[in-house]
Structure formats: structure tokens, C-alpha cells
Nanobody, 123 residues
Framework: QVQLVESGGGLVQPGGSLRLSCAAP????????MGWYRQAPGKQRELVAA???????NYPDSVKGRSTISRDNAKNTVYLQMNSLKPEDTAVYYC?????????????????WGSGTQVTVSS
């Protein structure tokens, strides 16, 4: 199965910024809906952001106004720029790909997953 490769995680202080990157195969990236999930210990995996091949984005209220998802089609890479980070943003962040919007937004129907990158927000 195709592997999505995340990078950019790390330790950041509250109020800081971080940019995550996810590289995907071109055959997937060109047509799939891409997104980011996160999972904190003891909690369910939750969608953070999604972006369609056409560039439409969607965010839950918890990150709206603080995070931006974007695509670089030339590099087959999706980014998650996170600003004004809070301790509750601490989680393992997973890149995800779904061949439809529905597949991407329902965890069990996501087609491809990255292995995750740790984001820790702490002073």
C-alpha cells in the first residue's frame, strides 16, 4: 500500500507555530482529497483539516483561524501551517488521503495513512 510521509513535528511553546508536511505519490496526490488527522492519548482520531484537488478547504471549529492547509501540486506535498498553538493541540498528527470527500472525512474509510508525526505544545 502507498505510504504517506509526514515531517515537521516537534516541541513548540504555546503561542508558537509549526508547519507539517506530507509527501504523497503523484498518482494519489493529483486526484485524492488530502487531509490531516490528529490523535491524542486516550482520544479518538479527529479530522483537523481537508483540502480537495480543486483547493477547497475545510476545518473544524477547534482549529479554524489558527491552521491553514495547502497543496503544492508541483511537489506532491500537502502542508498544515499551525499558528497560535495551544497545549490541547498536542497529538500525533497523521496525513490522510481519500478518493472522495466522504472517504477522507470518515476515519474508517480513509484510503491511505501516514505513520504520524508528534506535535507537542508545552512550555
Amino acid at each position: 500500500q502507498v505510504q504517506l510521509v509526514e515531517s515537521g513535528g516537534g516541541l513548540v511553546q504555546p503561542g508558537g507555530s509549526l508547519r507539517l508536511s506530507c509527501a504523497a505519490p503523484g498518482s494519489i496526490f493529483s486526484i485524492y482529497v488530502m487531509g490531516w488527522y490528529r490523535q491524542a492519548p486516550g482520544k479518538q482520531r479527529e479530522l483537523v483539516a481537508a483540502i480537495t484537488p480543486g483547493g477547497r478547504t475545510n476545518y473544524p471549529d477547534s482549529v479554524k483561524g489558527r491552521s491553514t492547509i495547502s497543496r503544492d501540486n508541483a511537489k506532491n506535498t500537502v502542508y498544515l501551517q499551525m499558528n497560535s498553538l495551544k497545549p490541547e493541540d498536542t497529538a500525533v498528527y497523521y496525513c490522510a488521503a481519500g478518493n472522495t470527500v466522504l472517504a477522507l472525512t470518515i476515519t474508517r474509510r480513509v484510503d491511505y495513512w501516514g505513520s504520524g508525526t508528534q506535535v507537542t505544545v508545552s512550555s
